[in-house]
């Protein structure tokens, strides 16, 4: 069964740092990779969806990578900002036709201004 | 993008009352959506898958028969908390699924805040 994991569970930065978010997961089967944003309280915001044939999507100031055969996956933040500040899940499902997510449990980020 | 929503977003109500979270998928349709419960400070729980016209698939440790599920049309997923106690207090998301070919994600609702008296 697919386990995931995020270290660290907790991340405190100064404003305008680039940052690295880490997510290892058990299964090297994993098909997609998901990175969400949650904030308090709140739902799920969806940021990056790495699909099986991807080891990289962009958008903005956030790249996330996937290494199938080392199981980790990385969200960077670059020039970090007190809006940023939320906890970061990832999520994976393993296998073409299973489409059950698999989520760790998340790394809370505080950007200080 | 795919928009899902949850109705309510919040409710409160007494210990042995029956609760129904409503989950839609408002401009795509979803033959299967998952409910999820979060408790505070942990990470999301997948509870059941909800399938368009067949029984939902529980995970290991979820009683069928205390959170029902029903997903009678393509955009619409009801979960019903029956006979609900202090303990069954959450965050219950859902999420509706787009699949075709190599291709599958999730689109996450905005999650419905349950406190039982």
């Known amino acids: 069964k697919q386990e995931v994991t995020q270290i660290p569970a907790a991340l405190s930065v100064p404003e305008g740092e680039n940052l690295v978010l880490n997510c290892s997961f058990t299964d090297s089967a994993i098909y997609n990779l998901q990175w969400f944003r949650q904030d308090p309280g709140k739902g799920l915001t969806s940021l990056l969806l790495?699909?099986?044939?991807?080891r990289e999507q962009t958008s903005g100031r956030l790249n996330a990578s996937l290494d199938k055969s080392s199981g980790r996956s990385t969200l960077y933040i670059a020039a970090s900002q007190p809006g940023d500040s939320a906890t970061y899940l990832c999520?994976?499902?393993?296998?073409?036709?299973?489409?059950?997510?698999?989520f760790g449990k998340g790394t809370k980020l505080s950007v200080i201004p | 993008g795919a928009v899902v929503s949850q109705h309510p977003s919040r409710v409160i109500c007494k210990s042995g009352t029956s609760v129904k979270i409503e989950c839609r998928s408002l401009d795509f349709q979803a033959t299967t959506m998952f409910w999820y419960r979060q408790f505070p400070k942990k990470s999301l729980m997948l509870m059941a898958t909800?399938?368009?016209?067949?029984?939902?698939?529980?995970e290991q440790g979820v009683e069928k028969d205390k959170f029902l599920i029903n997903h009678a049309s393509l955009t619409l997923s009801t979960l019903t908390v029956t006979s609900a106690h202090p303990e069954d207090s959450s965050f219950y998301i859902c999420?509706?699924?787009?699949?075709?070919?190599?291709?599958?994600?999730?689109?996450f609702g905005p999650g419905t805040r349950l406190t039982v008296l």
């Open positions: 999420s509706a699924l787009i699949a075709g070919g190599a291709y599958n994600e999730q689109f």
């Open positions: 790495i699909q099986s044939s991807q």
């Open positions: 999520a994976g499902n393993s296998g073409a036709g299973s489409y059950q997510l698999t």
């Open positions: 909800s399938n368009e016209g067949s029984k939902a698939t529980y």
